[in-house]
């Protein structure tokens, strides 16, 4: 189970930089190409192997892409109306670390993984879906959808959850994240969050 995980981060991660090119008005075809030239010579095996120049990869190419505050939200669910200003911006600010460091390990697992877009996006001038096929150097062959949004003032795409086999990560993170909110509190679950001292998922 944790290899199909990691394999579905890795995709998530791919495409945060095939997102970016996106915004830049490519197509979808050309999504492919930008992969190749930009992300994919970076992962050398000096890169992959120093965490350090993973975690500066991921904040630069990546999470620019990602609207980690919206995603943050939807994990808080209904316990954000028993949160003030500050332990919400610690919370969102904690989660950005948290998803800083999950794509950092996931780029360190990258081994020749290909993916296939379909060209046909689904979805309105506020929201999509953009469906992708997976292709994993054992030949394994995953199936993952990419939710983004459309931020209303600046109209500007990002990507906010995926959908693997039929499981959204954000769904499942907000019911990991609200069983340990109703258990410890948002506060302590920030500083677990910062301490990266989270229970392990069975």
Known sequence: MMKKIW???????????LSGAAMAGDGAYDLISN??????????????????????LV??????????????YKVLGANIRSTNEDQ?????????????????SA????????????PKVVGDAKSSIVNV?????DGNQYQIAFK??????????????MVAEGISLLSSKQAEFNDLIVKNGIDK????????????SK
């Open 88 to 104: 919400r911006k610690r919370f969102v600010q904690a989660f950005e670390t948290y998803i800083i460091d999950t794509y950092s």
């Open 59 to 72: 904040k630069t190419d990546l999470m620019p892409y990602v609207d980690i505050k919206y995603a943050a």
């Open 133 to 137: 096929s997976l292709k994993t150097g």
């Open 35 to 56: 992969v190749s030239n930009n992300l994919f010579p970076k992962l050398t095996k000096q890169t992959v192997a120093n965490p350090s120049a993973l975690k500066n």
């Open 148 to 161: 983004l949004r459309q931020n209303q003032k600046t109209g500007e795409w990002k990507v906010y959850d």
């Open 7 to 17: 394999a579905y981060f890795i995709g998530l991660v791919m495409f945060f930089a």
């Open 189 to 200: 679950v920030c500083q677990m969050l910062e301490e990266h001292n989270l229970p392990s």
């Open 107 to 118: 780029l360190g697992k990258y081994d020749n993984h290909s993916l296939v877009i379909d």
